[in-house]
């Protein structure tokens, strides 16, 4: 025992206590100190009710007085004089995505895969690429007043870490999303669970977007906190279709995850 | 001329000039007229979005600061724990009413009729009278998170203006709601338009409400401006069917109509 105690770089008995200490109290409960670190970092403790929720954001540690004071906050309700504006879809080269990973994150179920960094956009100039996309139930943009079932939000990224967001909005309805099946027959249920999928047809997606319409773009924010602004929108106005099982199975999951509308400056 | 003027109980020629503007206003733009007296009396311009959205009610004229610094405002998030000590229903002498009116009052579709007045609940001792029903979509409570696609609000009233509300959670589902149906046959597209309905079956909507569960019950307040406190809640915990069809007419009338969640004290 004594030859291993020289080995070490240290000596047992002077190890500082409260490491030793740390490390039983992770041992026992490992998400203490991930949150605690995590917190100082990026986590936010954010929820979609009562006093962690969007009313009180701009409170929450790691969050920001934006989600409060921003002037140009999403999501938001659009009119029918927006939707008279119409920008062309900015997605030319979306491909399928395979070996995704699909994460219950506690707010929403995230997807991320290595073959995203193949699918970008350019605004202004400047190439921003798909980092994840996730599902929001219901919609957090509205139309006239109106809600959508479900809110898919695509999220671009570029060099400078400035977010895009491509929004595509589903409404029930008899037919099922042939893009959404193998992601909802593949729900992580439990927070921080992830399912793995083979594929997921982002062509398919885009395909259905192009045959609809055109998308209302604007300058918002991201629509969890820290809510940071410069953030250029695409929302799709015409919503996809949802099946009735699909939607249900979906929100089992996520349950209500809505920013309510933000005021227009 | 003449005479005519002597009949009139005051001068023409003496008869202020403001009141003769404003009945001029008034033939040129009623709802000015109509909105001013409200305004002053019950009526409040309250909307789902933007400015006059949620967030701010506190700051509407004729509404309450207690919309923002109310201790008992609904709807909240019921929790597991919460549905564990559930009310029985307290609905004993319900029946079918007759001659309803179904009025869409720019915030939602509210159904009036005489015959409600038949309709009463006992709370501690007193007895609270049916004024008028009402529906929200995406439903203002929710349970654990999750939200409902139609909360309906049947609001009494007791004889010191007491308000008490039994709430009704609906679900998407395969079967319709045979209660829904009239009212989702004859629903009043256009704020301020009215329809008549021959017969609205609250038995058969007790019927299905006692052969589900019990309520929960707890103190809150209007969820709309003035936002006042002291309404007792009967929230169904289990939600009745609403077919898709159904959902999808419904909700393209009342838009988005829901309250957001409100921190418990």
Redesign the interface.
Known sequence: MNSIRNFLPFSFTKFPKFLIYLFIIYLIFPSVIINVVEGTEVYINY?????T????WHLLEGSSEICECGKNQSP??LTSEDIKNLAPPPYPNFTDITDVEALNNGHTVECCSDDMSKINIKIEGKLYTLAQFHFH??SEH?I????FDVEQHLVFENEDGINAVVSVLYD?S?KNSTFLDPIISNLPKICNETKKLDKVELLSLVHDLNSLSQTYSYSGSLTTPPCTEGVTWFVNVKPLNIG?QQ??EL??VT??NSR?????H
């Open positions: 929820t979609y009710s009562g006093d929720g969007p009313r009180f938001i309700d139930t219901p509205r006239n007043g109106k809600y029930l008899t009735m939607l249900l929100r089992q349950g209500f309510y509308t933000q005021t227009r």
